[in-house]
């Protein structure tokens, strides 16, 4: 049966059911739809609740009128409680997660540091290298220097050959000096 015919056999509400299905934790079937369907054994619980809530012909007595005030009273407290709770719970979260985002960032300054150091330390082999490469080309550039000088043949004009010139003066004076 479902929820409005739980409700008119007993005598009450649907919205009464549905309540006291909350209210009373009491478990309870559903179809698909997600409707309540209820067997014989849920109608009798039902109706053992409609006994024990203290009804006169729809009305609550001045009784029973205190004892909600204080189950609600209860249920405030309770709720109280566990919202202080739950509080306490957040705030524990939150500072957890903060604490983590402070190390992740620590670890992430840290590892960027380290890349730093060995971008560096890399920059600082490579300027080496730069210079020891330098210096090779300054060195190879001076002995290609010095090779070509030593195999540059001398210019005629520069050679001065002492014999010939002297053999010429001597045929020239030979010829005009008697």
Request: with cysteine.
């Amino acid at each position: 049966m479902n929820t409005a015919e739980l409700a008119s056999r007993i005598g009450i509400s649907p919205r009464t059911v549905r309540k006291w299905i909350k209210r009373f934790d009491i478990p309870c079937e559903k179809n698909e739809h997600g409707h309540y369907i209820f067997s014989e054994d849920d109608a009798k619980t039902f109706k053992n609740i409609q006994k024990n809530a203290h009804f006169n012909d729809g009305q609550r007595n001045e009784e029973n009128k205190g004892k909600r005030k204080g189950i609600m009273s209860t249920m405030t407290t309770q709720r109280t409680e566990m919202d202080k709770t739950l509080q306490k719970q957040v705030e524990d979260l939150i500072f957890r997660m903060e604490t983590n985002e402070r190390k992740i960032d620590q670890k992430a300054n840290e590892v960027v540091e380290y890349q730093l150091l060995q971008h560096r330390n890399e920059i600082d082999e490579l300027m080496n290298r730069i210079c020891a490469l330098e210096e090779t080309v300054k060195r190879l550039n001076t002995d290609k220097i010095e090779r070509e000088i030593k195999q540059t043949p001398p210019l005629v004009l520069d050679t001065v050959n002492g014999s010939k010139k002297t053999r010429r003066k001597g045929v020239m004076r030979s010829i005009f000096g008697l």
